[in-house]
């Protein structure tokens, strides 16, 4: 139920990209070899947080707070 709740969607999009950032950073191998197709989308995921990684930590920080609050 997360694509019909726009909080819970951001949510997931959010852990995809640090999670793929994450994973490029450990063993870079692994999302490099797949820059096309469906698994192109962890690429393009870690290529964005490690481009926009400061304003993905204050979504993820925003995130948190706005999960703590409800």
């Given at each position: 139920s997360?694509?019909?709740n726009f909080q819970s969607l951001l949510?997931?999009?959010l852990l995809l990209i640090c999670t793929c950032t994450y994973i490029r950073?450990?063993?870079p191998r692994l999302i490099d070899?797949?820059?096309?197709g469906f698994l192109g989308l962890f690429w393009m995921s870690a290529r964005i947080g490690e481009r926009l990684s400061p304003y993905v930590a204050l979504a993820c920080v925003a995130m948190?707070?706005?999960l703590l609050v409800q």
């Amino acid at each position: 139920s997360a694509l019909f709740n726009f909080q819970s969607l951001l949510l997931v999009i959010l852990l995809l990209i640090c999670t793929c950032t994450y994973i490029r950073a450990v063993a870079p191998r692994l999302i490099d070899r797949n820059k096309e197709g469906f698994l192109g989308l962890f690429w393009m995921s870690a290529r964005i947080g490690e481009r926009l990684s400061p304003y993905v930590a204050l979504a993820c920080v925003a995130m948190a707070i706005t999960l703590l609050v409800q």
